[in-house]
């Protein structure tokens, strides 16, 4: 049934103005103006909150969903793919999707978006039905897999529900699947991998990064059954620690786990991943879980069963295969990014008649983020989808013996002069990958020392 436009307003509506990519965002007028490219947590001010450092997180989501659908990898012959947003809260990331993924390809998305919390749901509701997308969707609503009709709203492409995340799970299958709570995605995980179709999308976001990278010991132990080192592969860990969890509930429920992009990305890990049933492969799970192993003469190395005398250096269990997909993450770039996700002149000046408050500085940080979103992801792609070492810059003068590092864009253009594979990866920190070997990584280093200090 449609959404009517009659329905009470939230309380606070309309709120403040902001642009996320190219969609208008209604913010309640008790949260602060977001400052660009915010790096950290923000302060949530209650029901409905935006937390503005996500939205590079929203952005990957746009354009890995724009991908399967173009490339089809998912579904073929021009299927449709139902899409599913188990804690919508304000909408963003479902009005993201209708707004900026082309047109020719928005009749082929199902969208569902569920919230529990009233407040959020109405604010989302309202803010689809004031700023719909260019693109009118017609489909009618799908029956859930006990062949009845979903109590709910559809309005315009997208069906609103209200109820537990886990219970919604639980009465309806889907091809992709979206769980970014507040804190911990464990309690959501075994519902949604039995909501999944036989193959399909889980995109799981986690915040709890103390328990993920190990700063609290005893929340990564009861949550995840894993022990961490805080040092400089903590980010790494925590997004293989995620990963590890991720592929073993699957494998209980017969269902095998392939990555397609995992990050750290400022307080958060986000990880998109493809699921399929074949007990024959979630049998095989454990090959890809095991330790990381830190020593004296190299910084890490992954062992399946470290020896008693290894375990006060090592974290895990974790995920010790593959992160990424190489052929679908070369191809987020900026340029993508922009050609989807960047407003127009057009998209400006609407959202400035709507009360946006933006000059041209504001559009520049804007631009911005929206690279950095997708920064290094595509050239880190092939060494990201298979064995390689993840070096951070400034630990290499300790291994070295040399008085500091050199630029990093200098050495991972000798290693590739070298005929090895080297890039960035996308990471706060200084940190690169490379299937150079270490002792060849630490030669090269001191060469470069040598040559500089001439």
Known sequence: MAGGQNEDLPSGWPGSIWLEGKTIIHMQNSQPRPS????????????GFLNP??????????????????????????????????????GVRIRRWRNEIPSNLQNRLRITANDLDDFAL??????????????????SVESDRYGKTPEGIFDNGIFFQQLDARVALSEASYQWIDVDPFGSPVSFLDSAIQSLARTGVLEVTAT???????????????????????????????????????????????????????????????????LTTSKEKASDVHSNIGWRVRSDHIPYQFKK??????????????????????????????????????????????????GLDWNEQDLEYATREL??????????ADLMSREHLLLNLDSLPKWSNTPGAPKMEVLIERLIEKGFCAARAPDSEPVFVTDADFQEVVKTVQELSKSSAK
Not at 36 to 47: E, I, L, N, Q, V
Not at 64 to 81: A, P, R
Not at 122 to 139: F, G, L, M, V
Not at 228 to 244: E, F, P, Q
């Open 36 to 47: 660009h490219m915010p790096r950290g947590p923000a302060k949530k001010t209650g029901p």
């Open 53 to 90: 450092a996500m939205a590079p997180a929203r952005t990957r989501s746009v354009l890995l969903l724009s991908d399967v659908l173009e490339n089809e990898w998912l579904v073929k012959d021009g299927k449709s793919i139902r899409v599913f947003d188990a804690l919508c809260s304000t």
């Open 122 to 139: 109405n604010w989302a509701k309202k803010s689809h039905q004031t700023h719909p997308p260019s693109t009118t969707i017609e489909h």
């Open 208 to 274: 709890d990064t103390a328990a993920l990278t190990g700063s609290s010991l005893s929340s990564q132990k009861r949550r995840y059954g894993a022990k961490g080192i805080v040092d400089l592969y903590a980010h790494d860990d925590a997004v293989r620690t995620l990963m590890s969890l991720i592929a073993t509930t699957a494998a209980r429920h017969d269902k095998s786990m392939t990555p397609i992009l995992a990050l750290f990305d400022g307080h958060h890990v986000r990880v998109s991943v493809m």
């Open 305 to 354: 069963h470290p020896d008693e005398s290894e375990l006060e250096r090592a974290s895990g269990p974790m995920w010790i295969g593959p992160l990424w997909n190489k052929d679908i993450t070369q191809r987020i770039t900026e340029e993508r990014a922009l050609e989807l996700c960047h407003p127009s002149q057009e998209d400006l000046e609407v959202a400035k008649s709507y």
């Open 371 to 380: 690279r950095r979103s997708v920064r290094h992801i595509s050239k880190a």
